[in-house]
């Protein structure tokens, strides 16, 4: 099945900053990147996707690269802002596929210092 | 406007006791997932439903069960409860199969004691 590796674990920023997270994953078949962000006692949501026949997203200040031969992609945050301090997922799946289903890597905790 | 919803949102309950975890959804939603949240573990799939009457294991599947009657609840169920399946359980629904909006509830704090 799929795996997806997630780094850093933690990561530290002074506001302003930028953040970038990495995640590669295992099943060339995945075709759907998500990431989502858990504040603290709060529920997972979505706030960007990339599919496979895309390499860079943009919205405002967040954006995801995607290399596929490589079989990685990355979250980058410009501009940081406290209320950015969350845990980040990234996910992978075989989206239409015939398992389709969310493989999520483990974290990352990301505090950004005012 | 449609959600999904978990209840109860906290739950202590003795080692052997069967619980039953309730999700709800009003999206109308064709997939729906179990995960659990630990630390150190990210989100695990626990089990998942394409429709009524699919059910699928994920990968912590054992000591779970689910079952899918109807397009909006799957309730998952800890047959025989043990510490180690103290944890925070998210239930998630998605439309069909290109999971662009897969939603979470608000999450079960299931703490066996």
């Known amino acids: 099945g799929e795996n997806v590796e997630q780094h850093p674990s933690t990561l530290s920023v002074q506001e302003g900053d930028s953040a970038v997270i990495k995640c590669t994953y295992s099943?060339?078949?995945?075709?759907?990147f998500p990431w989502y962000k858990q504040e603290l006692g709060k529920r997972p949501q979505l706030i960007i996707d990339?599919?496979?026949?895309?390499g860079e997203k943009k919205d405002q200040r967040i954006a995801v690269t995607l290399n596929k031969t490589a079989k990685h992609f990355s979250l980058h945050i410009t501009e940081t802002q406290p209320e950015d301090s969350a845990v980040y997922f990234c996910?992978?799946?075989?989206?239409?596929?015939?398992?389709?289903?969310?493989?999520f890597g483990k974290g990352t905790l990301l505090t950004v210092n005012p | 406007d449609a959600e999904i919803t978990q209840s109860p949102r906290h739950k202590i309950t003795e080692t052997g006791r069967q619980v039953t975890l309730a999700c709800h959804q009003t999206?109308?939603?064709?997939?729906m997932f179990w995960y659990r949240q630990d630390l150190g573990h990210g989100l695990r799939l626990i089990h998942y439903?394409?429709?009524?009457?699919?059910?699928n294991k994920g990968e912590v599947s054992d000591g779970y069960s689910v079952s899918r009657s109807n397009t909006e609840d799957l309730p998952l169920t800890l047959e025989s409860a043990a510490s180690s399946q103290t944890s925070v359980y998210f239930c998630?629904?998605?439309?069909?199969?290109?999971?662009?909006?897969?939603?979470f509830g608000q999450g079960t704090r299931l703490t066996v004691v």
């Open positions: 998630a629904s998605s439309r069909d199969r290109d999971l662009t909006e897969a939603f």
């Open positions: 099943d060339s078949a995945s075709n759907y």
């Open positions: 990339i599919r496979s026949n895309v």
């Open positions: 996910a992978a799946s075989n989206s239409g596929g015939s398992n389709y289903k969310l493989t």
């Open positions: 999206w109308n939603h064709n997939n």
């Open positions: 439903s394409y429709g009524v009457q699919d059910t």
